[in-house]
Each structure stands twice: as C-alpha cells, then as structure tokens.
C-alpha cells in the first residue's frame, strides 16, 4: 500500500491515501508526487486500469486512488456505478466518451490545472486500450499535467498470456477494419507476421473474422478464442484457424480476443526482400516502416532489415 501513498488523492485529509502517506513516510514514487514533476499547483491525471469482468479484479492502488481524487472520468457512468458501489466508492463522476470527448477535455484540463486531481476509467480494462483517453492525456501532456498510470487488467494481455502462444514478442491490432481494403490489408499483415497477433473482436463477428483469416492463407495456423475471461463462463479455446471457424457458431456472445500464431520461418533471399521493399517504397511506405515490415512479415532480423532498407535507400 505504500505505492498508494504517492496517490494523493486530495478530497481532504481524511483520505486513506493521505493517511498512509502519514503513516508510512514518504511516497516511494516520486513521479508520483506533484512537486517531483514541478507541477505543485496542478492536480493529477490517473489513469486507472479497472477489471474486465471480475469485480475482485482491482488494485488497492486503485481503489484508494479512486476513492480519494476529486473527479472519476468514465466512459459510461451508469456502467461504471456498480464497479463503484461494489468497493464503496463515493466520488462523484462525469461521462467522457467520443461524443463528448472535444467538448469535455478543456473543461478537464481547466479543473486539472485548478489542483484538482481526476481519475480516468473505462467500461473495462485499461483506458485508452481500444478506449476513450488519449485525447485527454494528450492534452494533459501539453498542459504540463502529470499523469499517473495505475496499471491493473486489461484483456489483451490476460488472453495473451493464457494462450499459451508466443508472448515474447506480438502485435496488438485492437478492433480490425470492418470491411474494404483496409480490412484486407490488416488480414494480410497478420497472417504474413513472424510474431503473435492480438486482435479485440465482437463475438457475432468471430466466426468471420477467422474464416477470412484462412481465406487468407493461414488455415492450419494455430490460434486461440479467449472469451468471457475474468468471468464466469470464461472459455478458452485453441485450434487451428480453420478449426476454430468451423467449431465456432455464428451466434457467439460475451467478449472475445482472439490471438493468432506467428508465421513460420521463411527462408528468403535477399532479392525477394529488396523486391518487396522496392514494392513497399513506391506505395510510399516509410523507412522505419520497412524495416518494421521486413521484420514481421520475413522475419529478419533487426540488423539485417536496417541495413538492406538503408542499402535500399541509397539507391
Ligand atoms: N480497455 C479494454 C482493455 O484494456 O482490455 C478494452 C476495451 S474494448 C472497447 C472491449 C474489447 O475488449 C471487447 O470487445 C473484447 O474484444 C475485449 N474484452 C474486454 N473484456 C473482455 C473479457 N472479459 N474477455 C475477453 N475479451 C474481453
């Protein structure tokens, strides 16, 4: 608990965070104490991860921190409530969400320079994960507001971990285009990885989205459906792409990650690489994205993707 000395909060000084603070010495933090970042005069900016399913799920950080702000920020406070009432929470909170999202961020910012300290939440998860907020931290940056990260769930990395596929190394493409080519582009990019891919999907629309990925050309790649996770009829399944498809029914409810196997090693040569990137640069493609693409798509190495888009370039 002692990180959570650092919290705060400042809704008077009964607040546990200020208690401990007392209680405990100094802050092990620093960056979390306003006078290390030379803003004294300013709130804080909390962006507290919350659970995605499972109420239990939530640190003591953060329920101190939420408990002891002046302000909690969430993207539907309705929803938000029951989290609130279950820990005991009594801060008041307004809604934050894209169609309010311009409107309300100066207003914020306006109450974050007074010295009013806000927390930041969402449905579920961690904020800004596929979710409302980085327009407010983007603005709380330029305003010179320190911002504190409380880290907690969020359902990429729990379906991640759980896998049981590679988490060395992964691509996390949060909800895929709908539809048209840019969907065929972010199909493409994943099937051609060398690393896991990790993508948010409704569940009415799981079935398609793996269908599509075998369309692609990756029908035996192995994958994983998380559903429900945190929640009582979690559920966890693995296969291949076109095994999943098939074994999946179109009427699939709850909320769904799917996490999809690296490709395999490719033996290319470089002429096929420098192919490839004479391709990528007439369709304006950057260098780092180059060097980005060789490495997920080919499985070059780091070096090696430099130095053949640098020889590339010179060209
Ligand atoms: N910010 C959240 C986070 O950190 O995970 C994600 C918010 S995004 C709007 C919601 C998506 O997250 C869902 O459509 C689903 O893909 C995934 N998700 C959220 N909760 C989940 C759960 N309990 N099990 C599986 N996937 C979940």
Redesign the pocket.
Known sequence: MQGAAGGGGERGGSGRALRSRSSHGPPSFPSADNRAEGGHDKGRLYLV?TP??NLADITYRAVEILSTVTLIVAEDTRHSRTLLDHHAIKTPSTSYHEHNEARETPRLIAKLLAGQSIALI??????????PGSRLVQAAVTAGVPIVPIPG???????LVASGLSADRFTFY??LPRKGKERTQTLTSIIHSSITSV?????NRVKDTLQDLSDSGAPDRQAVV??????KF?DIRRGTVTGLAQQIGEELK????IIVEGAPDRDVDEETLRTHLAELRAAGVTTREMVDRLMTAFGVARNVAYRLVHEHSAH
């Open positions: 991860s995605i399913g969402s449905d579920a998860g961690t904020p800004l994960i596929s979710d769930p969020s359902a990429l990395l729990a379906a949060g909800f993508v948010y999907e409704a569940a998380a559903r429900e996770l945190t929640k979690e709850g909320e769904v990650v």
